[in-house]
């Protein structure tokens, strides 16, 4: 049973270019989570998609960031025009369908993003 | 906005010793979760708790869903140099049984062997 799949690991950007970055929930898990971790902090919610719909986008920048869960392949979280303000760890979780009260959240190993 | 305070912000114990952190908030929540993560790792879910009042057990691991839903409590007994590692809760938002969490600033495990 493959977990939460993301890559690239480790990605290097200078200023002003594109950052793509991508999920593959667990095998039956349809809702994927973004969420970014700044060095010595906690977890912030950024994006909730389940297939093919932006479920809440509340904690995502309104400019240069975007996600999508296509019905076919891994979810994208995608930043335009990256700052150096970007640089973080990004992790994807992924819960099953259902609506079950007992739905969690397991995480991928993140991608490190770090612009020059 | 919503938050947890978890603390404490780090420990350093001595091989064999018990530990225990917690993590509280203003705001009600119907999911207390706690995760590990070590170093370029991502979060690993320890234990998941559903309902006030709960204690649940996970080895050496046990954690408890505060009566009032605005806290909860990890507990990790006889602990070993494995147990290193950032140890955060978190909590479920809004309403329903899917949503976005969110996080404490974690407590950094240090063990001495």
């Known amino acids: 049973n493959a977990g939460v799949m993301q890559n690239p690991r480790h990605l290097v950007r200078r200023r002003g270019q594109e950052a793509r970055l991508r999920c593959s929930p667990m095998?039956?898990?349809?809702?994927v989570y973004w969420y970014r971790q700044l060095p010595e902090e906690g977890l912030k919610f950024m994006v909730y998609l389940q297939k093919e719909n932006i479920i809440d986008e509340s904690g995502m920048p309104k400019e240069r960031f975007s996600a999508e869960f296509p019905k076919e392949g891994p979810s994208i979280l995608r930043i335009q025009q990256v700052v150096r303000g970007d640089s973080a760890a990004y992790f994807c979780a992924s819960s099953p369908a259902g609506g079950m009260s007992t739905d969690t959240q397991y995480f991928g190993p993140g991608t490190r993003l770090t612009v020059l | 906005g919503q938050q947890l305070n978890q603390s404490p912000q780090s420990m350093f114990i001595q091989e064999g010793e018990d530990v225990s952190m917690n993590c509280t908030s203003s705001s009600i929540f119907n999911t207390w979760l706690w995760y590990k993560q070590e170093p370029g790792e991502g979060p690993v879910l320890l234990i998941a708790l559903y309902k006030a009042g709960e204690l649940t057990s996970n080895g050496r691991l046990t954690a408890q869903f505060g009566i009032t839903r605005k806290d909860s409590f990890l507990n990790i007994s006889a602990s070993i140099p494995s147990d290193v590692g950032i140890y955060f809760c978190a909590a479920r938002i809004g309403g329903g049984s899917q949503g976005n969490l969110i996080f404490g600033k974690g407590t950094k495990l240090s063990v001495k062997p």
């Open positions: 095998k039956g898990h349809s809702h």
